[in-house]
């Protein structure tokens, strides 16, 4: 296997270029004189010859919004757990990989990607048996959780401090065909609606120095088939999958293909019957080939001009965002939220539900214009006894605004959090003034410097546990003031 790298996401007419070319080069070789000829009709089913060129395109629009999510999952999740070459690889399914560092730079698989919280990774395939996840005990000040995302990037459910306070348990994570009993000893049973996950532990950290007992936490977490959690004989094992490669290029330009792998190992939710026919008819159902047998060029050019249209459509309007309410949620809260969840999938994929952390999101300044550290410096001020109320910890967090990104700094700084506030420089009025900016600041300001590129940039922050001022907007953040021109 090659390796593999997140790109930059292409623009949207590039994107329609990527598309139509790779599918027309798929095509050429396998269509006969009499199908180039076939000026747009299908020669596949019955069903499908009755829709149009047009039909098609606004079903793969629908098709496109509804499966972003779950090929963009597929590609962290084939990185993470799949290719082993990739430099961002982390361990087989159903086994636990521990990452006692916070993120940086480096990390390239996820966008939008926290640097508070060292995580641990757990990629699940269900298929044979359930998964039993323990977590263990630990001080009731630090904040830790598992997040358990399903293919359809909706967040099934917690485990931890939010739901289950600090007190540890043994915790089944089961497939959509598993119809046993609760074991004794298990706290919860959480039931997952696809064959294949993705699931993260977040760790608190509070600071450098608390690495060791991150660590201790991290060791404490554990993962093992049912079976061997009760000493049975383990079931046959699932068969083994063909997974095709995909790296930020080929999302795009193979993305139909990549669907219908993954529907695979999707099955329909509640009330999804009649978008899965809709999009049956123009040959996107799981397992079947992309493009289908006999399709004419004009359908599957069709197809993907829709795609690239669909893809420019979401990208504009993550570039509205101004918060991660409505984006996340539980199948139930999701539920025929494709394009909520899309721009979730694109602005900051595994994003938690609201009520687990809150994401103001900073891409224009206050008077409406683009943050751009190259033309101005800017500052976000919390007024004195104003600062973020949250039961557990909040964050600032630096990204560049086209990969989405954290910045490569010359201080090794990505964020400014609540865990810093001893070291936080105060202005007279006891207000706290974070100075965003390319280059640093006066010295006696260094401390509350956020690195900034020499570009457009975004700025995320992160609110664990809000309190309920949060939620119901009693509570507002400050806005990002420009503070004069950028200094290089």
């Known amino acids: 296997m090659s390796d593999v790298h997140t790109f930059p996401a292409p623009s949207g007419t590039t994107l329609v270029k990527i598309l139509v070319f790779a599918l027309a080069v798929t095509l050429a070789g396998g269509c006969t004189e009499s199908q180039k000829a076939n000026d747009g009709a299908d020669s596949g089913s019955e069903a499908s010859q009755q829709i149009s060129n047009?039909?098609?395109?606004?079903?793969?629009?629908?098709?496109?919004?509804?499966?972003?999510?779950?090929?963009?999952?597929?590609?962290?999740?084939?990185?993470?757990?799949?290719?082993?070459?990739?430099?961002?690889?982390?361990?087989?399914?159903?086994?636990?990989?521990?990452?006692?560092?916070?993120?940086?730079?480096?990390?390239?698989?996820?966008?939008?990607?926290?640097?508070?919280?060292?995580?641990?990774?757990?990629?699940?395939?269900?298929?044979?048996?359930?998964?039993?996840?323990t977590l263990p005990e630990i001080?009731?000040?630090?904040?830790?959780?598992?997040?358990?995302?399903?293919?359809?990037?909706?967040?099934?459910?917690?485990?931890?401090?939010?739901?289950?306070?600090?007190?540890?348990?043994?915790?089944?994570?089961?497939?959509?065909?598993?119809?046993?009993?609760?074991?004794?000893?298990?706290?919860r049973v959480i039931r997952i609606p696809t064959y294949l996950a993705y699931s993260q532990f977040r760790t608190q950290l509070f600071s450098p120095d608390d690495l060791v007992q991150v660590k201790a936490v991290q060791a404490g977490y554990r993962s093992e088939p049912l079976s061997k959690y009760l000493g049975q004989p383990a079931p046959a094992p699932a068969p083994d999958i063909d997974f095709p490669a995909i790296d930020g290029d080929s999302l795009q330009s193979r993305f139909w293909e990549y669907a219908n792998f993954l529907l695979e190992y999707a099955p329909p939710m509640p009330g999804e019957s009649e978008l899965r026919q809709r999009l049956a008819s123009i040959g996107i159902s799981a397992g079947e080939p992309w493009p289908p047998a006999g399709a004419p060029p004009q359908r599957i050019a069709a197809i993907a001009e829709a795609a690239g249209r669909a893809y420019a459509k979401l990208d504009e309007d993550v570039r509205q965002l101004t918060t991660s309410a409505g984006l996340?949620?539980?199948?139930?809260?999701?539920?025929?939220?494709?394009?909520?969840?899309?721009?979730?999938?694109?602005?900051?994929?595994?994003g938690n539900d609201t009520e687990e952390t809150l994401y103001p999101s900073y891409q224009r300044d206050a008077s409406g214009d683009l943050l751009d550290t190259s033309v101005h410096n800017y500052t976000l001020t919390f007024p004195a006894k104003q600062l973020p109320p949250v039961d557990?910890?909040?964050?600032?967090?630096?990204?560049?605004?086209?990969?989405?990104?954290?910045?490569?700094?010359?201080?090794?700084?990505?964020?400014?959090?609540?865990?810093?506030?001893?070291?936080?420089?105060?202005?007279?009025?006891?207000?706290?003034?974070?100075?965003?900016?390319?280059?640093?600041?006066?010295?006696?300001?260094?401390?509350?410097?956020?690195?900034?590129?020499?570009?457009?940039?975004?700025?995320?922050?992160?609110?664990?546990?809000?309190?309920?001022?949060?939620?119901?907007?009693?509570?507002?953040?400050p806005s990002v003031q420009i503070a004069g021109a950028a200094t290089h």
């Open 54 to 133: 047009e039909d098609a395109a606004t079903i793969a629009e629908e098709g496109y919004v509804y499966l972003f999510p779950m090929v963009r999952n597929y590609q962290t999740i084939y990185q993470f757990a799949v290719n082993t070459q990739d430099e961002q690889y982390k361990a087989p399914f159903n086994q636990i990989r521990n990452i006692a560092e916070v993120t940086t730079y480096r990390d390239t698989a996820i966008q939008t990607v926290n640097s508070d919280t060292p995580y641990s990774l757990l990629m699940l395939d269900l298929r044979a048996e359930p998964i039993v996840v």
């Open 139 to 187: 001080d009731e000040e630090r904040y830790y959780s598992l997040q358990i995302v399903d293919l359809y990037t909706h967040n099934v459910d917690y485990l931890g401090t939010r739901k289950d306070g600090n007190g540890g348990g043994d915790f089944l994570l089961a497939g959509p065909d598993w119809d046993g009993s609760t074991p004794s000893g298990i706290s």
């Open 328 to 350: 996340f949620g539980t199948p139930e809260a999701m539920a025929g939220h494709y394009r909520e969840r899309a721009m979730g999938a694109l602005g900051g994929i595994y």
């Open 392 to 477: 557990a910890f909040w964050s600032i967090t630096m990204y560049d605004a086209t990969t989405r990104l954290l910045i490569k700094n010359p201080i090794d700084r990505y964020l400014v959090n609540s865990t810093m506030l001893d070291d936080l420089v105060r202005n007279p009025d006891e207000s706290i003034t974070i100075y965003i900016q390319h280059a640093p600041p006066e010295s006696r300001l260094a401390a509350n410097w956020l690195p900034a590129p020499n570009g457009p940039m975004s700025v995320v922050m992160r609110l664990y546990l809000p309190r309920p001022e949060v939620l119901d907007e009693t509570w507002t953040p």
